[in-house]
């Protein structure tokens, strides 16, 4: 069963940080990019950040210095480390297999609010 697992959402106040992680099984990882995407309440779902089988990253302009993504091809897992957080940060963000066919998970809330 294909699956893709994000964890470590919540409540944060301004300023503060929160670390996502995301669990992959049932399909291969290590060859492929990996995505964090984010959709907030009447928007379009956007790109955050990616990195790829090398490690090389890229980051959505509004995110870069504060948001570090990293993987773990050992674990299949892929983090993102958000700092600075803002309430413009708010979002559901999910996770993404950058492939053909792609994976999507679940997604996990992330409140920034004071």
């Not at 950058?98 to 920034?112: A, I, L, M």
Request: hydrophobic fraction near 30%; charge should be positive.
């Amino acid at each position: 069963q294909v699956q893709l697992v994000e964890a470590g959402g919540g409540l944060v106040q301004p300023g503060g940080s929160l670390r996502l992680s995301c669990a992959a099984s049932g399909i291969m990882f290590r060859s492929y990019a990996m995505g964090w995407y984010r959709q907030a309440p009447g928007k379009q779902r956007e790109l955050v950040a990616v990195i790829n089988s090398g490690g090389s990253t890229n980051y959505a302009d509004s995110v870069k210095g504060r948001f570090t993504i990293s993987r773990d091809n050992a674990k299949k897992t892929v983090s993102l480390q958000m700092n600075s957080l803002k309430p413009e940060d708010t979002a559901v963000y999910y996770c993404h297999r950058e492939s053909v066919p792609d994976y999507w998970g679940q997604g996990t809330q992330v409140t920034v609010s004071s």
